[in-house]
């Protein structure tokens, strides 16, 4: 794969593991390598690119775990785990529960006992590389209010159409304030911060089995081929083929 990821998160854990060929990809202020059999896990929304590292290309396999679910899993009611030891690294226990969890959803697609099963044991193989606490993701200060506003309101209106001045209302900023404040903590721009919201909710009712054309216009797309584009852009593959896979 050639594609190149603009700056994106997801609100799930991501847990990958590079099959052939070398990726880099910048982690908020850090730049990282992952090559042939590394693995890397990402944090529950932190914001990364990711492109080829080598003229070849790359391969991967990746696995999107709920936070509730590697929290459930502990069966504690200690904190759940927020940060991640480390980024890049090798784990043949988790490489072979990754590929166990792949094959499983690729025998049973809509689910079932062997892929909730499977999910588990990788779940149990990601833990040990899990930490409790803040994110370690290199911003130390609380969340300004004004942006944890702005966010809650582009959640509550993820498939509606918003707009600066409205969210600046919101807020309580100005508008330029808002913008230079909201990628200072959210490391993403409002539109993009909105756009991964709705793709994210597009990925899941397209891996639910509902139509690419259904999706574009449930989850706020003027139509298909706008959800075409931002969707590839996003995720590297059309909503159709990330159906069908």
């Known amino acids: 794969m050639q594609h190149a990821y603009r700056p994106h998160s997801h609100p799930t854990w991501t847990?990958?593991?590079v099959e052939r060929g070398a990726a880099c990809f910048s982690l908020d202020a850090t730049q990282q390598r992952?090559?042939?059999?590394?693995?890397?896990?990402?944090?529950?929304?932190?914001?990364?690119?990711?492109?080829?590292?080598v003229p070849e290309g790359w391969a991967y396999?990746?696995?999107?775990?709920?936070?509730?679910?590697?929290?459930?899993?502990?069966?504690?009611?200690?904190?759940?785990p927020s940060a991640v030891r480390w980024v890049v690294f090798r784990d043949v226990a988790l490489r072979g529960a990754l590929a166990r969890a792949h094959?499983?959803?690729?025998c049973e697609p809509a689910g079932g006992l062997a892929v909730e099963e499977a999910v588990?044991?990788?779940v149990a193989a990601l833990r040990p590389h899990l930490r409790p606490g803040p994110p370690a993701r290199g911003r130390d200060r609380a969340e300004h209010a004004s942006v944890r506003r702005a966010r809650a309101h582009l959640r509550e209106r993820w498939d509606r159409k918003?707009?600066?001045?409205e969210l600046a209302a919101v807020s309580g900023?100005?508008?330029?304030?808002?913008?230079?404040?909201?990628?200072?903590f959210s490391g993403v721009t409002p539109h993009a911060y909105h756009t991964n919201l709705?793709?994210?909710?597009?990925?899941?009712?397209?891996?639910?089995?509902?139509?690419?054309?259904?999706?574009?216009?449930d989850c706020g797309f003027a139509d298909q081929p706008h959800l075409n584009r931002v969707f590839k852009r996003a995720v590297g593959v059309s909503p159709g083929r990330y159906a069908r896979a």
């Open 34 to 53: 992952a090559g042939q059999g590394e693995l890397f896990v990402l944090e529950p929304e932190s914001v990364h690119t990711g492109m080829a590292a």
């Open 103 to 106: 094959a499983a959803l690729a």
């Open 198 to 217: 709705r793709v994210e909710e597009a990925r899941r009712r397209l891996a639910a089995g509902h139509a690419p054309a259904a999706v574009a216009a």
């Open 162 to 165: 918003v707009t600066l001045t």
């Open 120 to 122: 588990l044991g990788a």
């Open 61 to 80: 396999k990746v696995l999107y775990i709920e936070p509730r679910l590697v929290h459930d899993w502990d069966e504690r009611d200690s904190k759940a």
């Open 15 to 17: 847990v990958a593991v």
């Open 173 to 184: 900023l100005s508008r330029f304030e808002l913008v230079r404040r909201f990628r200072e």
